[in-house]
Structures are given as structure tokens and as C-alpha cells.
């Protein structure tokens, strides 16, 4: 298994303390999802440049992301969403909108990686991480990535509860037949 780079782990580190301050101040967490979410999940196995984030008030975690030296992203040929830090200029960071997974995620499941005392995201449980990009990929065949990420998802898992992974991908509207297919590692 491929290790996260200790440019990826810094750049975590500045955005954990963007999440704790962020959860202290208002008393709910950001969630880290998308192929960043993937790429802590796996230790590394899946690499992804770009941050997403599920906050509930968006103007007070953007006021957080500005008093940490966070900057809208403005440089040229990149995209004008968004942020980006100077100190790790190969990231990106967004703000996603809407609940965790709709509403339909169990909150009890996430999981908290703490890089430092003052630093720590919040994940989504890896069965809602495996929905969300079997979900992705019924969406969008043409691009199999989110079918190998949800793959590799749950062949690294510690432990799957099968039965809230089934209900998870149907109400993504992913395929719980591919499922039967794979095998887990472990």
C-alpha cells in the first residue's frame, strides 16, 4: 500500500486546524469527502490534489479558512472556486454543499483522524464512502476511477456492516450487485 506524502499530511494538518476551530466555533463538524476522503481511507492507496469539504455554515468556515492563510483561488488555469493555501499551492480546497450525503449518512459512523492535538478532519464512514462512489459512478460510466476507489475502499476496510453498505448504495443509486463480485483483502 502506497503511504500518504508528508506534503498531503502537512497540507491535512493546516486544514485540521481550520476543522477544529471551525467545530469549536459552532459546535458541528466539517466532513472531508470525495477522493481526499478516499485517499485517508486507503492510507494512500488513492491520491487525490483536491479537498472537499461538507460544512453547515459556509460563511463562517470560508472567515476560518481566511484567518488561516488560505486564499480564494484566483491563480491563473486553475478553476476560480474554491481555495488554496500558499504554503501547499498543489491543493485544493471546496466547500460542498448541502448535508452529509443528503441526510442520509449515519452521523454515529464518522470517524475523527487527529494529525496534531489543535488538528483533526472528520470522515464519513468508509460504507457511506463506497455508496457515495458507486453512487458517482452510475452517474457517469464513462469514468470507471470512482468504481476503482469504491473497490479499493472495501477490499482496505477494517470492517463493513454489509447491511447499512447495501441500503447506503441503494440510496445512491448505485449498483449493490458489484458487490458480489469483490473480494475483501482481510
Known amino acids: 500500500m502506497a503511504e500518504l506524502s ?9 486544514l485540521g486546524r481550520v476543522c477544529a476551530e471551525y467545530r469549536e466555533k459552532i459546535g458541528a463538524p466539517a466532513y472531508l469527502v470525495g477522493g481526499a476522503a478516499v485517499a485517508l481511507w486507503t492510507q494512500g492507496g488513492f491520491h487525490s490534489n483536491d479537498f472537499d469539504l461538507v460544512v453547515a ?14 486564499k480564494p483561488e484566483d491563480r491563473q488555469g486553475k478553476l476560480h472556486i474554491g481555495y488554496f493555501h500558499p504554503g501547499h499551492p498543489q491543493f ?3 466547500l460542498v454543499t448541502g448535508p452529509l450525503f ?3 449518512a449515519d452521523q454515529a459512523r464518522v470517524v475523527q483522524i487527529e494529525f496534531q492535538p489543535d488538528s483533526a478532519v472528520i470522515l464519513p464512514a468508509v460504507e457511506d464512502m463506497i455508496a457515495d462512489r ?13 468504481l476503482h476507489q469504491a473497490k479499493l475502499l472495501f477490499q482496505v476496510a477494517k470492517t463493513i456492516d454489509m447491511d447499512y453498505l447495501r441500503r447506503r448504495i441503494a440510496q445512491e443509486s448505485g449498483d449493490v450487485s458489484l458487490l458480489d463480485s469483490w473480494h475483501r483483502e482481510n
Open 57 to 70: 455554515a459556509e460563511d463562517c468556515f470560508r472567515e476560518i479558512l481566511l484567518t488561516h492563510g488560505f
Open 6 to 14: 508528508s506534503d498531503y499530511i502537512a497540507a491535512l494538518e493546516a
Open 134 to 146: 458507486l453512487g458517482q459512478y452510475e452517474a457517469n460510466r464513462r469514468d470507471p476511477s470512482r
Open 92 to 94: 485544493g480546497w471546496q
Open 102 to 104: 443528503d441526510g442520509l
